[in-house]
């Protein structure tokens, strides 16, 4: 089984920077997709960035374009989001996905896709 465990979060001031990770173990692939999402309190659960497991291809949500950066370690399964200049609407339990079926070019984030989900982890922006 694969196991998605979170990490990285915490409290931030509005401009500041985080860099979550999500480790991935047990039956680790070398395909397929991590992607993060975030639930802010009231709200639904919005895709925030992938990356195809494979060859690298990202996607972002135009909100985070040129704030969140999303990048791998294959050697250690582990994926990462350095967020930088953080705002307040990004106040959010961010989650670490899985699509675990091979990936062509630039995943989706359509949470329905991803079948593996990890716990979560809470990112608070405020000053």
């Known amino acids: 089984q694969l196991q998605l465990v979170e990490s990285g979060g915490g409290l931030v001031q509005p401009g500041g920077s985080l860099r979550l990770s999500c480790a991935a173990s047990?039956?680790?692939?070398?395909?397929?997709?991590i992607g993060w999402f975030r639930q802010a309190p009231g709200k639904e659960r919005v895709g925030v960035s992938c990356?195809?497991?494979?060859?690298?291809?990202?996607n972002y949500i135009d909100s985070v374009k040129g704030r969140f950066t999303i990048s791998r370690d294959n050697g250690k399964n582990t994926v990462y989001l350095q967020m930088n200049s953080l705002k307040p609407e990004d106040t959010a339990i961010y989650y670490c996905?899985?699509?675990?079926?091979?990936?062509?070019?630039?995943?989706?984030?359509?949470?329905?896709?991803?079948?593996?989900w990890g716990q979560g982890t809470q990112v608070t922006v405020s000053s």
């Open positions: 990356i195809n497991k494979s060859d690298g291809d990202t």
């Open positions: 047990g039956f680790t692939l070398d395909y397929g997709a």
């Open positions: 996905a899985a699509i675990t079926t091979p990936v062509k070019g630039m995943c989706v984030l359509t949470s329905w896709r991803f079948g593996s």
